[in-house]
């Protein structure tokens, strides 16, 4: 089938949160619980809901976590958050190519809005957001990808999903959705390789090359 819409991951593939997470978490694990956990233990669920995340942390104090979390989260956002380069101009080719674009991430949507304001060309290119609150169930499983799809009108293998993390590639494999990781967000390449992405590129200029040249090969097989 010909490639006809890219969905995309938000945070480390779209936009650069990866300090802003990072800070966010290292405060508020050492205001509730007073210990200093390593970067990558902190940053080791990234891509799940924050909920599940501090739940993985220390489930009996999950929404203390959360909450002094999200204080200092949106306290600095916008010190913080940075763009990728070359992101926009990427996503600028997609559409004109005449790939449709929808944004599959498991924050909340008044996060995504926070960096929509920041960064309002990615309102404009992209369709579709589905967060955290469109679906019951989350990444690593398929749904929100398939309501991504569904909102487009498309079908699994006319699709592709570019994440940061394991848990977007096994939420592509599970949709049936081919699965390209970028290696600028918050997981190591060994992570990403050991998830088995169909495809492991830099970043989102190389995706959008790659999407580009399956759209013209007019198959995802």
């Known amino acids: 089938m010909r490639l006809e819409v890219a969905l995309f991951d938000f945070d480390g593939t779209l936009v650069d949160t990866t300090e802003l997470i990072h800070q966010s978490m290292r405060h508020a694990v050492r205001e509730v619980l007073g210990r200093e956990l390593p970067r990558e233990v902190l940053l080791a669920n990234v891509g ?61 949507r008044l996060a995504v809005e926070m960096a929509l304001r920041l960064f309002p060309w990615l309102g404009e290119l992209v369709e579709h957001f589905v967060t955290m609150e469109d679906t019951s169930r989350h990444k690593p499983d398929p749904e929100p990808l398939l309501r991504a799809l569904e909102l487009l009108g498309a079908r699994p293998g006319e699709a592709a999903y570019v994440g940061d993390s394991p848990f977007d590639v096994a939420a592509a494999k599970a949709a049936g959705i081919r699965s390209v990781a970028v290696g600028w967000g918050a997981f190591p390449e060994a992570a990403l390789r050991a998830a088995g992405p169909d495809h492991l590129v830099p970043g989102v200029p190389e995706a959008a090359e790659l999407l580009l040249s399956l759209r013209r090969k007019k198959s995802l097989s």
């Open 48 to 108: 799940q809901p924050l909920p599940r995340q501090m739940e993985l942390l220390d489930s009996g104090r999950a929404a203390e976590l959360l909450e002094v979390y999200r204080e200092h989260n949106h306290a600095h956002h916008d010190d913080l958050i940075r763009e990728f380069p070359g992101v926009e101009k990427a996503l600028r080719r997609l559409t004109e190519s005449g790939v449709r674009l929808a944004v599959v991430t498991s924050k909340r």
